[in-house]
């Protein structure tokens, strides 16, 4: 199965870090991991993706288990416009976006 | 900064109507994809499109179709409108396996 497995939601306080959790266990050595997240009545926008090492940018960090089983999203400061829903998505076979349901963040101030 | 843009936020049609839904990028990507996404069940794969003329059927295509006429455009018909259509589509487009964009949304009502 190409889907993902997320926690269906997690919750944060302002200021603090978060650790999005993300399991594809059955990736293979070709795939990339990507993360996007979907903010209400928007399309999903793309966060951060990487394949082995670990990827930062000026949206998040990506961790990447060394047997690449899993990874994690890591927002270094919650704010209330990160409430959304994060996607953890592999590219699989012939190149589809497969999204599973996602993480809903909520962020409390 | 336009990327990807869906031709309507939001649609009315009645059951049996033949409805397009049209979606252009000004990205010169290949990829193109149409995904519905309805409450509980995230978002569905209906059709892609790696290069002009060519449609590919994704997770969920029954009741949809397709057109790639130029490389920026990506239309997704539905035939003969249902209830069950009623739902949000979403338009994307990447290149190789980088960021993907997507478009803002269309929300059809099939009434």
């Known amino acids: 199965d190409a889907k993902t497995t997320q926690p269906n939601s997690m919750e944060s306080n302002e200021e603090e870090p978060v650790h999005l959790p993300c399991n594809h266990s059955t990736i293979s050595g070709t795939d990339y991991i990507h993360w996007y997240r979907q903010l209400p009545s928007q399309g999903p926008e793309y966060v951060i993706h990487g394949l082995t090492s670990n990827v930062n940018n000026r949206m998040a960090s990506l961790a990447i288990a060394e047997d690449r089983k899993s990874s994690t999203l890591i927002l270094h400061r919650a704010t209330l416009r990160d409430a959304a829903v994060y996607y953890c998505?592999?590219?699989?076979?012939?190149?589809?976006?497969?999204f599973g349901t996602g993480t809903r963040l909520q962020v409390f101030p | 900064d336009v990327k990807v843009t869906q031709s309507s936020r939001y649609l009315v049609k009645r059951t049996g109507e033949k409805v397009f839904l049209e979606c252009v990028q000004d990205m010169d990507h290949e990829n193109m994809f149409w995904y519905r996404q309805d409450p509980g069940l995230g978002l569905r794969l209906i059709y892609f499109?790696?290069?002009?003329?060519?449609?590919e059927k994704g997770d969920i295509p029954e009741g949809y179709s397709v057109s790639r006429e130029k490389k920026e455009r990506f239309s997704l018909i539905l035939e003969s409108a249902s209830t069950n259509q009623t739902s949000m589509y979403l338009c994307?487009?990447?290149?190789?396996?980088?960021?993907?964009?997507f478009g803002q949304g269309t929300r059809l009502t099939v009434v």
């Open positions: 994307a487009s990447w290149e190789d396996s980088t960021e993907a964009f």
């Open positions: 998505i592999r590219f699989w076979n012939t190149d589809k976006l497969i």
């Open positions: 499109s790696y290069d002009v003329k060519m449609k």
